[in-house]
């Protein structure tokens, strides 16, 4: 009789194992892809950032060369470009780039683009805008 008793022990261990087979595999379906769409998510954000902070940066170099004293709207459209393709080539997609000068002696450069999206169907845009006084030398008295 003592040879039926482990096997019947046995075969209770190995029913009770076989009731927890799977038991992750619906956590792992739900967690999972979360955990991916907010890491996307995330880093979609990166890159609208640091292509922020890049047109903004640009377009501020861009603006003190189009308030330089002979400074000109294409001389600005050409800071911004090279200041883009240096900070963030491929960030900035599509970059539009104008300048006006306002009354009174006020200069506004403004540029705008897109950012590469890793979200389909989605398009985020980035702007920037620097206005301020165009410096001229004046004699004094």
Do not use: N, Y
């Amino acid at each position: 009789m003592s040879p039926s008793r482990p096997c019947t022990s046995k075969r209770r261990g190995q029913a009770l194992g076989r009731g927890d087979r799977g038991s992750s595999t619906p956590e792992l379906v739900i967690v999972l892809p979360v955990l991916l769409l907010l890491i996307t998510v995330g880093l979609q954000f990166a890159f609208w950032a640091l292509a922020s902070h890049a047109l903004s940066d640009s377009v501020a170099q861009g603006g003190a060369a189009l308030r330089a004293e002979g400074g000109t709207s294409t001389a600005a459209r050409s800071v911004v470009l090279q200041e883009l393709q240096a900070l963030a080539s491929g960030l900035v997609l599509r970059p539009t780039v104008s300048a006006q000068t306002l009354p009174d002696g006020v200069a506004s450069l403004s540029a705008t683009g897109t950012v590469p999206s890793l979200l389909p169907g989605e398009q985020l845009t980035v702007s920037a805008d620097s206005t301020g006084p165009e410096q001229l030398f004046r004699a004094s008295g």
